[in-house]
């Protein structure tokens, strides 16, 4: 199935503090799945990915988990700074293509 | 040096009229893919080409036609453009088709008027 184009949801996180946020997918076949950022008049950029046999991977200051019984996902990011307001996609992988979630955006107050 | 590029950035036309967006890639990518931005953000995909065979077409009007030249290369020509294809439109690349991870370009802005 694919994701339907809802009102963009908005995830406003004080400066310093830590950002979760949450995608739910579609197929439960899906093996594989992405988190992108993407930034004013700018396109989807790669932050970090994961495969269906871990739960968890960590990068620099993000981490995903994911967990395949809900069919859930979720983005952390530790110690939020302004340069990470952005939308944030998750995509999952389905044959030759991807099919991105409905998007979070993220407002760093200071 | 510009990973995945789209020209124009911008683009703006009256209902009717036919134009087309243009995309290069210098990453030696085999796979290339355009997909559509509405004004909720949400992206879809439209087409999808491997070394110049197109391998995805998710249910566009035929009004839309990629053409991809050569592996580095795909283009988008839209005949008698509507309001409903005001959107952004991004290019994307990646290594094999449904490679782990896209290249994407900076989003070329539609406006039909």
């Given at each position: 199935g694919e994701s339907v184009g809802l009102h963009l949801p908005t995830l406003s996180v004080q400066e310093g503090d830590n950002s979760i946020i949450n995608c739910a997918y579609s197929n439960s076949a899906s093996d594989y799945f992405i988190w992108y950022k993407q930034e004013s008049g700018k396109g989807p950029q790669f932050i970090i990915d994961i495969r269906s046999n871990m739960d968890k991977r960590q990068g620099q200051r993000v981490t995903v988990l994911l967990n395949k019984t809900v069919k859930h996902l979720s983005l952390q990011i530790a110690a939020?700074?302004?340069?990470?307001?952005a939308v944030y996609f998750c995509a999952e992988k389905e044959d030759y293509k991807y099919i991105f979630g409905t998007g979070t955006r993220l407002k760093v107050l200071a | 040096d510009t990973a995945v590029s789209q020209t124009p950035k911008y683009l703006v036309t009256q209902m009717g009229n036919d134009k087309s967006i243009k995309c290069e890639q210098?990453?030696?990518?085999?796979t290339m893919y355009w997909y559509k931005q509405d004004s909720k953000k949400f992206l879809k995909i439209m087409f999808s080409y491997n070394n110049k065979e197109l391998i995805i077409n998710e249910?566009?009007?035929?009004?839309f036609s990629p053409k991809s030249p050569d592996k580095a290369h795909l283009n988008l020509h839209i005949n008698s453009?509507?309001?409903?294809?005001?959107a952004v439109y991004f290019c994307a690349s990646s290594?094999?088709?449904?490679?782990?991870g896209y290249t994407f370009g900076s989003g070329t802005r539609l406006t039909v008027v």
């Open positions: 939020t700074q302004p340069g990470d307001s | 210098n990453l030696g990518h085999d249910t566009v009007p035929n009004r453009l509507e309001l409903g294809d005001s290594q094999v088709a449904g490679g782990e």
